[in-house]
């Protein structure tokens, strides 16, 4: 729960330091942890899911290196593309919360 609010506060930050609206958003690529997680935090932060791009299903949770990995990923894929707007949202279970804005 601490985690999700946690999120909650840093995303609000996120949006306003950048500018940037929710639904403006192409894609998020997220700290990979599991399918429980990822719902609950799309859910409290009001995220579509379909814009999400994952690799825990394959690779698990990598740690500290899912947002990169993932990030490069979908890259490969063809999944981002130029002028795409990208969030990375990393939540720790260690209660810490870091959220970039990416413009490819």
Known sequence: KAGI????TTWAAFLSENHWQADAIDRFICHQ??????RQ???ALGLDLEKDYITYPTWG????VSCPLT???AVEDGVI????????????S???SLMLALQF
Not at 33 to 38: D, P
């Open 94 to 96: 260690g209660l810490s």
């Open 61 to 64: 949770n990598v740690g500290s």
């Open 81 to 92: 593309q130029s002028g795409h707007r990208v969030a990375l949202l990393g939540i720790g």
């Open 41 to 43: 935090l799309f859910e």
């Open 5 to 8: 609010q946690l999120a909650q």
């Open 71 to 73: 990030l490069a990923r």
């Open 33 to 38: 942890v599991g399918s429980a997680h990822r």
